[in-house]
C-alpha cells in the first residue's frame, strides 16, 4: 500500500502515538529536502491534477441534505464505546479551530445541525473497517482491501441474515393470511410490499453511499485533525505538507477502491447462497432493527433474485423445450394434440420442478393451464408462491406432494427420453442429409421409366396371373367385392400388373399414378420411336439396367440337363418333361407311336371282324402314374385357357365376338372332354383312364374346376362313370388301411386322399345330384349296385358317402313331392323301381350293417379298441349317418331287422355313454348325437335306452 | 417375371433370404423388383453370434443375384395358384 515508496504507516504510528500521548515533538520529524542530498527526485514525478470533484466528494459544492439521516440522533452506546478510542474533546476542538482551514468545511456544516458529529458514523463504527483497524492492526491503510476488514464487514450481516430467514417466515405468514383473501387485493398489496421493499431498497443504498461520503468525511477529519495538531506544535514545511497531500492522497485513491470493492462485495453477498448463518442474538435496539429490516430487505431480494434467476433458466429451458417441440411437430408431423398434451404435461412438469426448487414454498398442486398463458415473471413468481400457498393451506398432504414429485419427475424423464430419442433421429437425418439431392429428381425418374419400361408387357393379366389371381382370391375370402384387375393397362396392348392392391396407402397410390403417368409416357415415346426407325425401341434400353432373366448372367452354373424342346412330337408334353431328362423326353416322344401300333392292330382287328368291333373298345393297360399325371398337366393348361377365356368372354350383343368366342371356348371344352377320356368305355382298362386321372391329387382338385365349364349332359355322363367304376377308386380301394390304428406314412396319404375326394369329387357328385331326378337316381343306384361289390363298397367311406348322397336326394325328392312340377313329378312307375332298388341294396347290405363301423372293422381285425377314444366316435360318424338315411327309406317290416342287427351297437355306445365309462364329456355327448342321428330317423331316442 | 409376381404378394410377411455368402436373415418382405432385389425390415439373422457385425443392422437391401434361397411363409403362398401360374407360364415359352 505504499505510495511511492513512502510508508504510509507514518500517519497511523503519528495518530497511535498521538494516543499514546507521547508528543511528536520528541521526535525527529523527517526533513525532505528536494534538490539535496538524498532526494531521490520523486516529488517531481508526482502528477497533480484530478482534484476538479474533490468538493463534491468532500461535500464542499453545497449545503448537504438531511434526508439521509435516517437513524435519528440519539447517541449509541455501542457507539460510545468506540468513540472512546477517538478523544472526542480533542476532536471538537479541533474541528472547530478556524485556523484549520478548507478541509473543516464540512464539519462546519453539520455541526451547526445539532447532531453530534458521530452520531452517523457510529451505525457503521462498529463494523467499519475504519474503526476496526486499530484494534485489529497496527497498520491502517493496509486494512482496507484486506480479508479481515471484509470478514469484519460481513459478519453481522451473517447474523442478520439469519435473523432476516425468521421475518421472512412472518412475511411469509402474512402472505398467507393475505392469500385467504382476494386474490386481486393480495396481488395489490404484493406490489405495493414490493415497492416498499424497493424503495427500501434504495434508500438502503443512498444510505450507504452517504455513509460511505461521512467515512470519508471522518477520514479527512482524522487528517485533518493530525495535520492540525502537527501545525499547531510545529511550523509545518512545504516538504510536510506535500507529504500530507500525498497520504491524502493515497488514502482517497483507497477509498475509490474501497467503495469499488464495497460494491463487489455487495454483489457478491447478494449472489452468496443463503447458508444458515451463526445465530445472532436478537437485540431489541430500535437501531437493530432497522438493521434487521434492511437486511431482511436484502435477503428477500436475494431471494427473490435468485428465483428470478432460477424462473428465467426454467422459462428458457421451456421456451427452448417449447421450440424443439415445435420443430418436432414440423418435423415428424406429430399430432398436434398429442403435443399440446405433451406441452401441457411439460409445463406441468416444470412447474413441480420450479416449486421442489423453491424449496421455501412447499410443493402443491397447480393447474396444468396455469402456464399456458404469459404471465410477466416478476408477478408471476408471486402469484405461484401465493397460489401454491394457499393450495397448501386448502389441502395437500406431504404424501400427495410426494406422489405429485414422482409423477412430475417420471413425466420429466419421460419428456427426456423422447427428447434425446428425437435428437438421435434428427441427428441421424441430419447425418443422412449429406447425401440429399446427390441425384436430381429428373435423375430418378429416369431410372423409374427404364426399370418400370422392363415392367411393361403385353399381357399384363397373364404375366402378373399369380399376384392378380392370388389377390383377387383373398378379396373374395375377405368377402370383398372382387374381380378387379390390378392392371395398368396402355392403349392398345401392353400395361404393368400391380400385383396385390396396397392396403388403402395413399402414398403409395400417389406413387403410382406418377408411375402411371411416367410410364405411359415412356411407352407413347417408345411406340413412336419405333414408328420413326422401325424398329423395337425398347431393345435400346433392354438391359440398361441389368437384366432379369437369369439364364444371361454369366456366373450362373452350367446347365447340366440340355433340353431341347423340340426332341418331343407332343408340344403339350414337351414343357412337361422338359425338365427331367431327355430320355423321359425320347420315351415320351416313343410312346404314341405304340399307341399307334395298338390302335393299328385294333383296326386290323375290326377289320377281320373281330367279335369286339361293336364297340370302340380296346382293352388298354391302365395309365400309368406318368401318363396320368402328363395328362392332367394338359388338362391343367386346358382349363387355365378355358378360365382365361371365360374371364374375357364379351357381351352376347356382341356378336361377331361372341360368336368367335364361343368357338374357342367350345374347341377348348371339347378339347377337356376328350382329355379327361370320360368317354372311353368302361372296360377299357382297370382302373379306367378317368378313374386314373382321380387319383393324383391334383386330379381330384382339377375336377372342380373341370366341372364349371362341362354342361350338365356331360357330367351327367361323367358321373355314370364315375359310379360305374366307383370300386376302381383309389380311396376305396386303399381304404382298408384305414381301418387299422397304426399311425403310418400311407396311413397318412390314404387319410389326405380321402379328404380331398370328399372335399372334391364328391362335392361334384353332389352338385350334379342334386338336381337329379328320381329316376336318374335309381338308375345310378342300380349301376352301382350292379358294377360293384356294394357290400364291400358300404364299408369304405368313399363308397358309404356317395351312397349316402343318393338316398338324401331321394329323402329330398319324397319331401318336396308337392312343390314338384309336373315333369319333375315322379311316375309311380319311377316310385316303384326306386322301392326295388332300394330293397335290393336292403338285402345287400344287411349282412354287414355293423361292419358299416370302422369300429367294428378294427375289433374284427383283432386291434384292441382303447375304451374311450373321440377318433373312433368321428370314424363311425359317416356310418351312422348313412344308416340314419338308410333307416328313413326303409319299410316298416325292414326296420326290426336294422334295429335287430344293430342293436348291439346302439346298445354299446348309449351304456358306455352313460353309465359313465366315458370320462371326456364331448365324446359321451358325440357317441349319444351318433346314435341318436340312427334311432330319430326311426322314431325312436337314446333317453328311451334305460341301461 | 412369376417370381416377382410372387414376391409382390408376400410383402409385408416374414420371409427368410438365405444368401450366398451363407447368411441367413429373417425378415419383413417391405418390397421387391423385377430383379427381385430385397428389401427387408426389422431383421434377424440366424446365427447372429457368428455375424456380430449384424447385430445393429435393422433393415436392409439384397441385391437379388446374392440370394440363394428365400423360404416364404406356407400360410401365404397358394400352391395351386403357384402351380397354375407356373403353368401358364409354361404355356408361353416366349416369356421364358
Redesign the interface.
Known amino acids: 500500500m505504499s505510495f511511492f515508496g513512502f510508508d504510509d504507516n507514518n500517519l497511523e504510528n503519528d495518530r497511535q502515538r498521538f494516543l499514546r500521548g507521547e508528543q511528536p515533538n520528541n521526535q525527529p520529524i523527517p526533513e525532505y529536502t528536494w534538490g539535496a542530498e538524498g532526494y531521490d527526485g520523486l516529488g517531481d514525478a508526482l502528477q497533480e491534477g484530478g482534484d476538479d470533484l474533490n468538493d463534491e466528494t468532500f461535500g464542499g459544492s453545497g449545503p448537504v441534505g438531511k434526508d439521509f439521516d435516517f437513524s435519528g440522533t440519539s447517541g449509541q452506546p455501542e457507539y460510545q464505546s468506540a468513540e472512546n478510542q477517538h478523544p472526542a474533546p480533542h476532536n471538537e476542538l479541533k474541528y472547530h479551530d478556524p485556523l484549520l482551514g478548507p478541509p473543516s468545511q464540512h464539519q462546519q456544516q453539520s455541526a451547526p445541525k445539532g447532531i453530534p458529529p458521530n452520531s452517523l458514523e457510529s451505525l457503521w463504527d462498529d463494523k467499519s473497517p475504519f474503526s476496526a483497524l486499530p484494534r485489529t492492526s497496527s497498520r491502517a491503510s493496509p486494512g482496507y482491501g484486506s480479508p479481515i476488514g471484509y470478514n469484519r464487514l460481513e459478519s453481522p450481516s451473517q447474523g442478520m441474515n439469519r435473523n432476516g430467514m425468521r421475518n421472512a417466515g412472518d412475511l411469509d405468514g402474512e402472505i398467507r393470511i393475505l392469500a385467504q383473501q382476494n386474490r386481486e387485493r393480495e396481488m395489490a398489496a404484493q406490489r405495493q410490499i414490493l415497492l416498499q421493499q424497493q424503495q427500501q431498497q434504495e434508500e438502503y443504498l443512498l444510505r450507504q453511499q452517504e455513509q460511505e461520503l461521512r467515512l470519508r468525511e471522518r477520514e479527512q477529519q482524522q487528517q485533518n485533525y493530525l495535520q492540525e495538531q502537527e501545525r499547531r506544535r510545529y511550523l509545518l514545511q512545504q516538504e510536510q505538507m506535500r507529504q500530507q497531500e500525498l497520504q491524502q492522497r493515497d488514502l482517497r485513491h483507497d477509498l475509490m477502491r474501497q467503495r469499488e470493492r464495497e460494491l463487489l462485495q455487495q454483489q457478491q453477498y447478494q449472489q452468496q447462497t443463503r447458508t444458515p448463518p451463526p445465530r445472532m442474538l436478537a437485540s431489541p435496539s430500535p437501531r437493530f432493527l432497522e438493521h434487521q429490516r434492511q437486511m431482511q430487505i436484502i435477503q428477500y431480494q436475494q431471494e427473490r433474485q435468485q428465483a428470478l434467476r432460477v424462473q428465467e433458466l426454467q422459462e428458457q429451458v421451456r421456451m427452448e423445450n417449447l421450440e424443439r417441440q415445435m420443430r418436432a411437430q414440423q418435423i415428424g408431423g406429430h399430432q398436434r394434440q398429442l403435443s399440446n398434451h405433451t406441452m401441457a404435461e411439460l409445463q406441468a412438469a416444470q412447474a413441480q420442478l420450479e416449486r421442489r426448487q423453491r424449496s421455501q414454498s412447499p410443493a402443491a398442486r397447480l393447474p396444468l393451464g396455469e402456464g399456458l398463458h404469459y404471465v410477466p415473471q416478476q408477478p408471476r413468481t408471486l402469484a405461484d408462491i401465493t397460489q401454491s400457498d394457499m393450495l397448501r393451506d386448502l389441502g395437500g398432504t406431504p404424501a400427495e406432494q410426494e406422489t405429485l414429485r414422482m409423477e412430475a419427475m417420471r413425466k420429466i424423464v419421460e419428456a427426456e427420453k423422447l427428447e434425446e430419442k428425437r435428437r438421435r433421429r434428427a441427428a441421424k437425418i441430419a447425418h443422412m442429409s449429406r447425401y440429399n439431392d446427390l441425384m436430381t429428381q429428373s435423375d430418378k425418374d429416369f431410372i423409374t421409366r427404364i426399370q418400370v419400361s422392363q415392367l411393361v408387357t403385353q399381357d399384363p393379366y397373364a404375366d402378373d396371373f399369380y399376384a392378380q389371381a392370388y389377390s383377387q382370391i383373398m378379396r373374395s375370402r375377405m368377402g370383398l367385392p372382387g374381380h378387379d384387375e390390378r392392371v395398368l393397362k396402355f392403349g392398345a396392348g401392353g400395361g404393368i400388373g400391380l400385383g396385390v392392391a396396397p392396403k388403402g396407402n395413399h402414398r403409395r397410390q400417389s406413387a403410382m399414378q406418377k408411375m402411371q403417368q411416367q410410364v405411359e409416357r415412356i411407352v407413347n415415346n417408345a411406340r413412336r420411336r419405333e414408328e420413326e426407325k422401325g424398329m423395337h425401341s425398347l431393345h435400346s434400353l433392354q438391359g440398361a439396367l441389368g437384366k432379369t432373366s437369369g439364364r444371361s448372367y454369366k456366373a450362373a452354373p452350367r446347365q447340366l440337363l440340355q433340353v431341347d424342346p423340340n426332341a418331343s412330337t407332343s408340344p403339350s408334353l414337351a414343357h412337361a418333361t422338359a425338365h427331367i431328362s431327355k430320355q423321359d423326353a425320347a420315351d415320351d416322344a416313343a410312346r404314341p407311336k405304340e399307341d399307334a401300333g395298338a390302335e393299328a392292330a385294333r383296326l386290323g382287328r375290326e377289320a377281320l371282324g373281330d367279335a369286339a368291333h361293336a364297340t370302340d373298345f380296346v382293352n388298354r393297360d391302365p395309365l400309368t402314374q406318368k401318363e396320368a399325371l402328363h395328362t392332367l398337366e394338359d388338362i391343367h393348361d386346358l382349363v387355365l385357357r378355358a378360365e382365361q377365356l371365360k374371364q374375357e368372354e364379351p357381351p352376347e350383343e356382341d356378336e361377331e365376338q361372341y360368336v368367335a368366342w364361343d368357338i374357342e371356348y367350345s374347341a377348348i371344352v371339347d378339347k377337356m372332354w376328350l382329355t379327361v377320356k370320360v368317354m372311353a368305355p368302361i372296360a377299357t382298362s382297370d382302373p379306367h383312364p378317368f378313374i386314373s386321372l382321380l387319383m393324383p391329387m391334383k386330379g381330384k382338385r382339377v375336377l372342380l374346376r373341370l366341372a364349371r365349364h362341362f354342361t350338365n349332359q356331360q357330367m351327367l355322363t361323367m358321373l355314370t362313370l364315375l359310379v360305374a367304376c366307383y370300386s376302381q377308386l383309389d380311396v376305396v380301394r386303399t381304404s382298408a388301411i384305414l381301418d387299422t390304428l397304426e399311425d403310418t406314412k400311407e396311413r397318412a396319404e390314404v387319410e389326405r386322399q380321402l379328404h380331398t375326394f370328399l372335399a372334391t369329387v364328391l362335392q361334384v357328385i353332389v352338385s350334379v345330384v342334386s338336381n337329379a331326378s328320381l329316376r336318374l337316381i335309381t338308375g345310378l343306384l342300380g349301376l352301382l349296385l350292379d358294377k360293384n361289390d356294394v357290400p364291400t363298397l358300404a364299408q369304405t367311406e368313399a363308397g358309404l358317402s356317395v351312397i349316402t348322397v343318393l338316398l338324401a336326394r331321394v329323402e329330398v325328392i319324397k319331401q318336396s313331392l308337392s312343390t314338384l312340377t309336373e315333369e319333375e313329378m315322379p311316375t309311380p312307375d319311377d316310385a316303384s323301381q326306386w322301392q326295388m332298388m332300394y330293397d335290393h341294396m336292403f338285402e345287400l347290405l344287411t349282412p354287414v350293417f355293423p361292419l358299416l363301423f370302422p369300429s367294428t372293422r378294427m375289433l374284427t381285425r383283432g386291434y384292441q379298441l382303447p375304451p374311450s377314444n373321440p377318433v373312433i366316435d368321428a370314424l363311425d360318424r359317416p356310418a351312422w349317418q348313412f344308416l340314419a338315411t338308410f333307416a328313413l327309406h326303409a319299410a316298416p317290416e325292414q326296420q326290426p331287422i336294422l334295429v335287430q342287427s344293430l342293436r348291439e351297437k346302439v346298445l354299446e355306445n348309449v351304456i358306455s355313454a352313460k353309465k359313465g365309462w366315458v370320462a371326456d364329456e364331448e365324446e359321451r355327448a358325440a357317441k349319444l348325437a351318433n346314435v341318436d342321428l340312427f334311432l330319430q330317423a326311426l322314431g325312436l331316442s337314446s333317453a328311451l335306452i334305460e341301461p | 417375371?412369376?417370381i416377382f409376381?410372387?414376391f409382390?404378394?408376400l410383402?409385408d410377411q416374414q420371409v427368410t433370404v438365405e444368401l450366398k455368402n451363407d447368411l441367413s436373415i429373417t425378415g419383413v418382405l417391405k418390397s421387391v423388383?423385377?430383379?427381385l432385389n430385397i428389401r427387408l425390415d426389422n431383421i434377424q439373422v440366424l446365427d447372429a453370434a457368428r455375424h456380430p457385425h449384424m447385430m445393429a443392422v435393422k433393415n436392409c437391401f439384397i441385391r437379388g443375384?446374392v440370394v440363394r434361397y428365400v423360404q416364404l411363409p406356407a400360410e401365404h403362398v397358394?400352391t395351386?395358384?403357384?402351380?397354375?401360374?407356373t403353368?401358364?407360364?409354361?404355356?408361353?415359352?416366349s416369356?421364358r
Open positions: 417375371m412369376l409376381s410372387v409382390k404378394t410383402t423388383d423385377q430383379f443375384s397358394d395351386q395358384l403357384l402351380e397354375d401360374a403353368r401358364r407360364e409354361a404355356a408361353n415359352p416369356k
